[in-house]
């Protein structure tokens, strides 16, 4: 379950803990400072939760005002989908508008590889040189490969997971 944290700006109240928008509303609602008067502004604080949940909610940019969609998103999407969202935000500079709606395969290539000379193989294996012929396997310049990927390609760690990427 992840945990959020609803820390008042006003410095004479207290803030509170919630894991849904319910448990938010009802503890809001009830909020009051020092003096008696309701407490309106929010930070809204990633406490608990998945690795991914929290790059998510950094990439997300979270607020008193959309952490409801992001809690949805968490509950509801994969794990590929927060990666591909996150590198979209994080690396290719896509604002949260530009990617309601929109299919983040058609945004994000993704790789699970370590190096662009592993993505430089698999490039390979699957044929995208052509058909290359056992005995020239043991020729073929890896790293060199590689460094022409980097044109396009770049590796990044998302929640402890490596991976190479190229924005669309």
């Not at 009802?26 to 309701?38: I, L, M, S």
């Not at 008193?64 to 969202?85: G, I, P, T």
């Not at 935000?89 to 508008?97: D, I, P, S, V």
Request: aromatic share 14%; net charge negative; charged share 30%.
């Amino acid at each position: 379950m992840t945990t959020l944290f609803a820390q008042p700006y006003d410095i004479s109240a207290t803030g509170f803990y919630f894991e849904s928008a319910a448990q938010y509303e009802e503890r809001a609602a009830g909020a009051v400072n020092h003096y008696g008067q309701p407490v309106e502004e929010y930070e809204i604080q990633f406490i608990d939760g998945e690795e991914i949940d929290c790059a998510l909610a950094e990439a997300w940019e979270l607020n008193q005002c959309n952490f409801a969609a992001w809690l949805d998103a968490v509950e509801e999407w994969e794990e590929d989908r927060k990666v591909r969202y996150i590198i979209a935000r994080r690396e290719c500079g896509y604002g949260h508008g530009e990617l309601e709606g929109e299919d983040p395969d058609d945004l994000v290539e993704i790789h699970f590889t370590e190096s662009l000379r592993e993505l430089a193989e698999e490039f390979v294996d699957e044929g995208l040189f052509g058909e290359i012929p056992a005995s020239l396997r043991n020729y073929i310049d890896y790293e060199a490969i590689a460094r022409d990927l980097s044109m396009e390609y770049t590796k990044t760690c998302i929640a402890g997971h490596r991976l190479v990427y190229v924005c669309r």
